[in-house]
Each structure stands twice: as C-alpha cells, then as structure tokens.
C-alpha cells in the first residue's frame, strides 16, 4: 500500500508473512514514477525485496536500496 506523508512524498508499506512492516520512498528511482507499492514481493537469501512493477529492479526492503543483478559469462 502506498501512504502520502505530511511533505507530499509518499512511502510504500510492505508486511510480510510474519507480521513485520517495512517502508520504502514509492518512487522507482529508476523510472521517475511512484509505483513500488504495486511491485511484486520476495525474498532472496533471507533478505525480503520488492520488483518495481515497471522495470524490474528489485529493491531491498530492510535498507531500501536497489539490488544490482551480476550477469555470468
């Protein structure tokens, strides 16, 4: 779900399984548009992200930043 603060930013919430919340800015800084709280969820290694429904990058929700993908070969 996406949440508008005080100052017009807006944030996107994520609670998983277990009941923890996280909070990440909604805007994709990869795109410019204010769609990650429409992202799809998941984890990776332990760690919860969430995929930018526009372009995929995926985005780590503990810190917020954005996962760079290694390409073999």
Do not use: E
Not at 7 to 23: I, T
Not at 64 to 73: D, L, V, Y
């Amino acid at each position: 779900m996406a949440a508008l603060l005080p100052d017009g930013s807006q944030v996107a919430l994520f609670r998983d399984r277990s009941g923890m919340l996280y909070g990440i800015d909604n805007r994709d800084p990869f795109s410019g548009a204010a769609v990650l709280s429409r992202g799809l969820t998941g984890t990776h290694q332990g760690r919860p992200f969430v995929a930018s429904p526009l372009l995929k990058q995926r985005f780590d929700l503990i810190s917020g930043s954005a996962w760079t993908t290694r390409r073999c070969g």
